[in-house]
């Protein structure tokens, strides 16, 4: 499975974001997707998971109730949708796929993709 993220960018705070991760290959559908973040001089973590059908969704108590997570699987994305935005949000973020439920650690994703910087300014 080949991820492609894309969709971040520079936006104030209060604003929102769609991110968008592509995935290449027939399976899609058989792997929970995941998005992670990395801050400069941070450690990756975790953000929100859904499962292979969408069912179930998790998000990390820091975006709770701002961001929100989904997928087509007719069109092979998962979705982040970040509103509230806060500067603290600032990372690149990053989309996973794990063959499993979907879990909040990133060494359990079998596939990531390249990345997609978001910015926000306050």
């Known amino acids: 499975v080949q991820l492609q993220a894309s969709g971040g960018g520079l936006v104030q705070a209060g604003g929102s974001l769609r991110l968008s991760c592509a995935a290449s290959g027939r399976t899609f559908s058989r792997y929970a997707m995941g998005w992670f973040r990395q801050a400069p001089g941070k450690e990756r973590e975790f953000v929100a998971a859904i499962s292979w059908s969408g069912r179930s969704t998790y998000v990390a108590d820091s975006v709770k109730g701002r961001f929100t997570i989904s997928r087509d699987n007719a069109k092979n994305t998962v979705y982040l949708r970040m509103n509230s935005l806060k500067p603290e949000d600032t990372a690149v973020y990053y989309c996973?796929?794990?063959?499993?439920?979907?879990?909040?650690?990133?060494?359990?994703?079998?596939?990531w993709g390249q990345g997609t910087q978001v910015t926000v300014s306050s």
């Open positions: 996973a796929a794990d063959r499993n439920y979907g879990s909040r650690r990133d060494y359990e994703y079998d596939y």
